[in-house]
């Protein structure tokens, strides 16, 4: 699975610096003056060299796309499959009785609203490691969102309530 994520960032990432450099070249060609007998010609180059780009953004764009939804289905899958030992948040030890149905139902995220997020991995029975990153909901109470760290590419989870978590604390906030 981590062939196949990484494979297709890497083809996202290519076809966006490869649409970035068209789009260079596309800007520069419209600047640069020419004479009125090969005007046409630049303009339908120019015409050509943003049709490969429009395409190339878009193939980027879907590339990320279907790399977050993988992330995020071989995550979930992941879960279903093995159980958790423990978790390790923000030098917080969580333990299986600790973590016990956190994970369990993901509702569906409305955005990062971002508070506070934590960092942490979580240990599943296989000896596997998930990296993920916990963001504090600003407006709700005890909602926390989950992305996967795991990969090049990160991608959100969806939203879990719990107030397990109550006990992170951001080292930003100074108590005096």
Do not use: W
């Not at 971002?114 to 600003?138: A, P, Q, T, W, Y």
């Not at 926390?144 to 992170?168: A, C, H, M, P, R």
Request: proline share 1%; hydrophobic share 40%; with cysteine.
């Amino acid at each position: 699975m981590k062939t196949l994520i990484s494979l297709i960032a890497t083809l996202g990432y290519i076809s966006a610096i490869a649409c970035a450099v068209y789009f260079i070249i596309i800007f520069i060609k419209k600047i640069l003056y020419y004479p009125p007998n090969v005007k046409e010609k630049i303009y339908e180059e120019i015409m050509k060299l943003s049709y490969i780009s429009g395409l190339l953004l878009v193939f980027s764009s879907t590339c990320f796309g279907v790399a977050k939804e993988i992330v995020e289905y071989d995550f979930k899958r992941t879960l279903r499959k093995h159980t958790i030992v423990s978790a390790d948040i923000e030098n917080i030890f969580f333990s299986k009785e600790d973590m016990k149905g956190i994970f369990d139902h993901f509702e569906n995220d409305e955005g990062r609203y971002r508070c506070e997020s934590f960092s942490g991995i979580i240990n599943l029975d296989n000896n596997e490691s998930i990296s993920v990153e916990i963001i504090k909901h600003c407006y709700e109470k005890n909602r926390y969102i989950i992305v996967s760290k795991q990969y090049s590419v990160e991608s959100t989870i969806g939203d879990i309530n719990t107030d397990k978590f109550d006990y992170l604390k951001s080292d930003s906030i100074n108590t005096e």
